[in-house]
């Protein structure tokens, strides 16, 4: 009777030695490398623990799932995960996945503004990140009369910092906002020494009239001394009551104007006209550079009432209006000659296409 206990005995601890095996090398499989692309992960707010491991599963080549959830629920992983967007490398184990939800996403959704964009551009640029579906609906969320405008009274316009920014795709949109306003704020305080609107500084605009401004030099310069010079124009022109007489604002009225500036409806009814009248426009015609920014808070002074691009690249500026006459025409000189050449190569190109099908 004896030898049969011992006998039962043995067979059972034999079945639990194979069974706790191959649970270990089950187990231990989830540490092994995949050795496969990165891939992209996705997890749902409400997603199962167990729906999860199998996609990791799935996405590290692991045949074991079972076993991998085993692993997440022993860890208390499963009590522990994040939704968001992960980004799985390839030399990862399906462990170390799993172990990353935990941690929380790792791939954010990268959004760059740059200087010179309008909130058009900004929409276009939330739309290719993925972050949002659509640009028009972006639009409609910073519009004035949405409920998560930042500035409740106006447009928004000019005021989004020109940055890099990070986003967890499941953001909500009040989060995203909050975000873009932060980063505002601070980089205007870095610049201007404060983000108060209505506050008036050295150069005896308010905070807001100078973005607008700013906003206007980003479009007509390129380079930061010539910024610098534009502001000086454009101070003495205001200080003169006459109009600022701006190709960028007319362009930002008509949005999809392909033509040149002598080209430009000068006498369009448009708030954004800046030929018509004196003043500003209502708001800015996009984000201004922090050049833009300190080239109209501390102009140099000088006698320039005048600028015209110079056909280079630059600016050419002037202190009357027969000296700026010139400019223009020569500036405009320089461009009928380099379509000219253009036309020119152009139809050199198509000469020698057409000739070398003709003589095969």
């Known amino acids: 009777m004896r030898r049969l206990y011992r006998l039962v005995a043995g067979i059972i601890l034999v079945f639990e030695v194979t069974i706790l095996c191959g649970f270990s090398q089950k187990v231990s499989q989830v540490w092994m490398s995949s050795k496969i692309d990165s891939r992209e992960l996705i997890i749902q707010s409400g997603e199962p623990f167990r729906q999860v491991t ?12 079972r076993a991998l959830n ?18 799985v490398p390839g030399e990862w184990s399906p462990a170390m996945a799993l172990e990353q939800t935990a941690v929380g996403p790792n791939d954010p959704r990268r959004v760059k503004i740059n200087p010179g964009f309008t909130l058009r551009d900004c929409a276009r640029s939330l739309q290719e990140s993925g972050w949002v579906e659509s640009a028009t609906a972006w639009i409609r969320l910073v519009s004035p009369d949405s409920h998560l405008n930042i500035r409740r009274d106006g447009n928004l316009e000019g005021l989004i910092a020109p940055e890099s920014y990070f986003f967890d795709e499941a953001a909500k949109p009040e989060v995203v906002l909050d975000s873009l306003h932060n980063h505002w704020c601070e980089f205007m305080v870095r610049v201007a020494g404060t983000s108060n609107l209505n506050e008036r500084l050295r150069n005896g605009l308010t905070l807001y009239d100078s973005i607008i401004l700013a906003s206007i030099i980003e479009k007509e310069a390129a380079k930061p001394p010539e910024m610098a010079t534009a502001a000086s124009v454009f101070h003495n022109r205001l200080r003169k009551n006459w109009p ?10 008509l949005q999809e104007w392909k033509g040149r500036d002598d080209q430009l409806p000068v006498k369009l009814k448009s708030p954004f ?28 002074h000088t006698d320039f009432l005048f600028f015209s691009g110079n ?14 006459r010139k400019s223009v025409k020569s500036y405009y000189k320089k461009l009928d000659d380099l379509e000219k050449q253009q036309a020119q190569a152009a139809a050199s ?11 095969p």
């Open 349 to 359: 190109t198509i000469k020698t296409s057409s000739g070398t099908l003709a003589n």
């Open 70 to 87: 085993q692993y997440g629920v022993l860890a208390g992983l499963d009590r522990r995960m994040k939704k968001g967007r992960y980004r």
């Open 244 to 253: 600022l007489g701006s190709a960028a604002t007319l362009r930002y009225a």
């Open 311 to 324: 056909g280079e690249g630059g600016l050419t500026f002037n202190k009357n209006m027969d000296g700026h």
């Open 54 to 65: 199998r996609e990791i599963a799935q996405l590290t080549g692991f045949e074991q799932a």
């Open 273 to 300: 006209n800046t030929s018509r009248k004196p003043g500003l426009p209502p708001h800015p015609i996009c984000i201004p550079s922090e050049a833009a920014l300190t080239a109209v808070i501390s102009p140099p």
